[in-house]
């Protein structure tokens, strides 16, 4: 089993359309739970992340943790077509190191 | 300020040859990692330096892969006789003390023939 678990996808959705990104994980030592949005070709960057349970609001973006279910959300508001890329969920714990999920593909269309 | 880069961007060897990669992370980052990503497929952790401690190697996925990095600042990643299955991007990141915000390089998109 793998430590992240998160569906490639891909997901196609319309414009303005509610996003939900999901990643399940097994390592309960996991505190820090980052997402990464990488466009094709570049590096990821970081979008957001959260420390232990709860959400964490930016913009048109939320972010969720459950550690309860050792579940992470990440919701886009209002899609954009910019906001096609591939996101990389990335919990870590206390030992400076990030455990990245496979990436889900996002198209969203005009 | 500049952010991190790779060098080289591409890279075409043959199988059996060595190749060195090259990271230049941002300038105070103590921390620097290594990746590697096969097409379609997350990052796969390869190699972690933090500042004068000893480098987690526990990524690496055979002798054939090794890293330097010298003080806090470039790094090479060595990969030898090479394998058309070390076919990826290779991705290097860096942070301030092991905090968790890792800001990526470019990549070397690798390919052996």
């Known amino acids: 089993q793998k430590e992240v678990e998160q569906d490639p996808g891909p997901l196609s959705v319309p414009e303005g359309a509610i996003v939900s990104l999901n990643c399940t994980y097994s390592?309960?030592?996991?505190?820090?739970f980052m997402w990464y949005r990488q466009y094709s070709r570049k590096g990821p960057e970081l979008l957001m992340y959260?420390?232990?349970?709860g959400n964490k609001e930016d913009g048109r973006f939320t972010a969720q943790v459950d550690k309860s279910s050792k579940y992470i959300s990440l919701f886009i508001r209002d899609s954009q077509p910019s906001d096609s890329a591939t996101y990389l969920c990335a919990p870590g714990g206390n030992t400076g190191k990030l455990i990245f999920g496979q990436g889900t593909t996002l198209q969203v269309k005009p | 300020g500049a952010g991190v880069s790779q060098s080289p961007s591409n890279k075409v060897t043959e199988k059996g040859k060595d190749v060195e990669l090259r990271c230049d992370p941002i300038s105070g980052h103590t921390a620097l990692y290594w990746y590697r990503q096969r097409l379609g497929q997350g990052l796969e952790f390869l190699i972690y330096?933090?500042?004068?401690?000893?480098?987690?190697k526990s990524g690496l996925p055979s002798d054939r892969f090794s890293a330097e990095r010298t003080g806090e600042s470039v790094s090479t990643l060595t990969i030898q006789r090479t394998q058309q299955e070390d076919s990826a991007v290779y991705l290097c990141?860096?942070?301030?003390?092991?905090?968790?915000?890792?800001?990526f390089g470019p990549g070397t998109r690798l390919t052996v023939l």
């Open positions: 330096f933090q500042g004068n401690s000893a480098p987690d």
């Open positions: 390592n309960s030592a996991f505190q820090y």
């Open positions: 990141a860096s942070s301030f003390r092991g905090f968790y915000e890792q800001f």
């Open positions: 959260t420390y232990s349970s």
